[in-house]
């Protein structure tokens, strides 16, 4: 039995309104803001939360010294124009590329996420 149809994800960072707008750009989702919590939603249900945390520490991939807890796979048709759109909107290209069907980028607040062809 499943207690919700669409779960939601939750991600601290130090800046939730500059998150939110990252994520919601690239996917093209409605960013909405209340009492400093932000999400981004897709027509569909989907939902990606943002909250804020002070002294975040960002994770650090592929190492475990501060570790990524989760990641978002993202899938597209073309990896070198997602690639050129995510560093256009503030994303940075991990230096370690460990496949060939996927890129690793860090969002601007350093958690890690994958472009993955579709």
Not at 54 to 75: E, F, K, L, N, T
Not at 99 to 109: E, K, S
């Amino acid at each position: 039995m499943a207690i919700a149809r669409f779960p939601s994800f939750v991600l601290d960072c130090p800046d939730p309104a500059a998150l939110a707008t990252f994520y919601g750009t690239m996917l093209d989702w409605k960013v909405t803001e209340e009492d400093d919590w932000y999400e981004i939603r897709a027509d569909y249900g989907q939902c990606i939360c943002f909250q804020k945390v002070d002294d975040y520490r960002a994770p650090v991939w592929p190492g475990q010294d501060s570790p990524q807890q989760m990641h978002i796979d993202v899938v597209v048709d073309d990896l070198d124009a997602a690639e050129a759109e995510v560093i256009a909107l503030g994303a940075t290209k991990h230096e370690h590329q460990p496949g060939t069907t996927f890129r690793v980028f860090l969002d601007p607040a350093g958690h890690p996420f994958c472009l993955c062809l579709s």
